[in-house]
Nanobody
Framework: QVQLVESGGGLAQPGGSLRLSCVAS????????MGWYRQAPGKQRELVAS???????NYADSVKGRFTISRDNAKKTVYLQMNSLKPDDTAVYYC???????WGKGTLVTVSS
């Protein structure tokens, strides 16, 4: 099956930046739509950003203007550049691809002073 491995999470201060990466294996990466989801304690998992196989992007209203999703098909990697981080961005961030509904194991992002 498809394997997705996230990295780049960690601790950031409010206003800081982090860049998440998700590397896919066993996949013809260019054919898949990719997305970043997040889940904070006590909250539902929500879509943060997505990018289609053709490069079309979509963002949650809460992150528009702050986060940027991109992909590098040669590296089979999808990125999430997170700027102007807020404490409300604290969550486990998951990589997702479709079709197939595959998920990574997640990477924790903590935004705190």
């Amino acid at each position: 099956q498809v394997q997705l491995v996230e990295s780049g999470g960690g601790l950031a201060q409010p206003g800081g930046s982090l860049r998440l990466s998700c590397v896919a294996s066993r996949i013809i990466f260019r054919l898949y739509d990719m997305g970043w989801y997040r889940q904070a304690p006590g909250k539902q998992r929500e879509l943060v950003a997505s990018i289609t196989s053709s490069g079309s992007t979509n963002y949650a209203d809460s992150v528009k203007g702050r986060f940027t999703i991109s992909r590098d098909n040669a590296k089979k990697t999808v990125y999430l550049q997170m700027n102007s981080l807020k404490p409300d961005d604290t969550a486990v961030y998951y990589c997702h691809c479709a079709p197939g509904d595959y998920w990574g194991k997640g990477t924790l992002v903590t935004v705190s002073s």
